[in-house]
């Protein structure tokens, strides 16, 4: 039931664009995005709803495809201070009572 | 402006021990949640409540029990410790408007180790 994010982990160089995806084999409601750095607490950074609406967030943006229950998350021209691990959260209904359900995450590591 | 507190912060406990984590939110939020976060594993639900005096179990309730007796307070408990619950514990708070379209107000997270 948990949703699978790949890759697990990408390295990348300032500037370098890069693309987290997140699959879910059950039918989605919505999917949340989160991004947690070493030591801290997961800060959220955008959600989607059914419909295969594209959120922005910065030179962050994310996409929404319910025929395949994926989303994907794009990361523009990385910063340093994107490095962390990001989590895609699904929720599977409108009347789950918000159970989100995160996948395993993905970490990101952002080279000078 | 505290939002989300979680109490204790560090613990170790021996097998067998109990304990409860302490969540108190002061943003008049109607959800709670209980995550527990494992290497390679990501964040799992373990219960989480949709109102004061309700609670309901999530990806791995067993071995834990929670309560929600007051609004702004939601506890985790453990009966009887296992070194399988060696994890971070993170707690979190949403409002009933946004549960479904908004965000999640996550705690800094309680680290406990039982040997």
């Known amino acids: 039931q948990q949703p699978v994010q790949s890759p697990q982990a990408v390295i990348l160089r300032e500037g370098e664009d890069a693309v987290i995806n997140c699959s879910s084999s059950?039918?989605?409601?919505?999917v949340h995005w989160y991004r947690q750095k070493h030591g801290e607490a997961p800060v959220f950074l955008m959600i989607l709803l059914k419909g295969g609406e594209q959120k922005g967030h910065e030179k962050i943006s994310a996409s929404f495809n319910e025929k395949k229950q994926q989303s994907s998350l794009y990361l523009t021209a990385s910063q340093l201070s994107y490095s962390g691990t990001y989590f895609c959260g699904a929720l599977l209904s409108y009347n789950q009572g918000g159970k989100l359900i995160f996948g395993q995450g993905t970490e990101l590591s952002v080279k000078p | 402006n505290a939002g989300v507190t979680q109490t204790p912060k560090f613990r170790v406990l021996k097998t067998g021990q109990s304990m409860t984590l302490l969540c108190a939110q002061d943003?008049?939020?109607?959800?709670m949640y209980w995550y527990r976060q494992d290497p390679g594993m990501g964040l799992r639900l373990i219960h989480y409540?949709?109102?004061?005096?309700?609670?309901a179990k999530g990806e791995v309730p067993d071995g834990y029990n929670v309560s929600r007796l007051k609004k702004q307070n939601f506890l985790l408990g453990l009966e009887s410790a296992a070194p399988s619950q060696t994890s971070v514990y993170f707690c979190?708070?949403?409002?009933?408007?946004?549960?479904?379209?908004?965000?999640?107000?996550f705690g800094e997270g309680s680290r406990l180790t039982v040997l």
């Open positions: 943003m008049n939020h109607e959800y």
């Open positions: 059950k039918a989605l409601y919505s």
């Open positions: 409540s949709v109102g004061e005096g309700t609670t």
């Open positions: 979190a708070s949403s409002s009933r408007s946004t549960v479904n379209t908004g965000e999640l107000f």
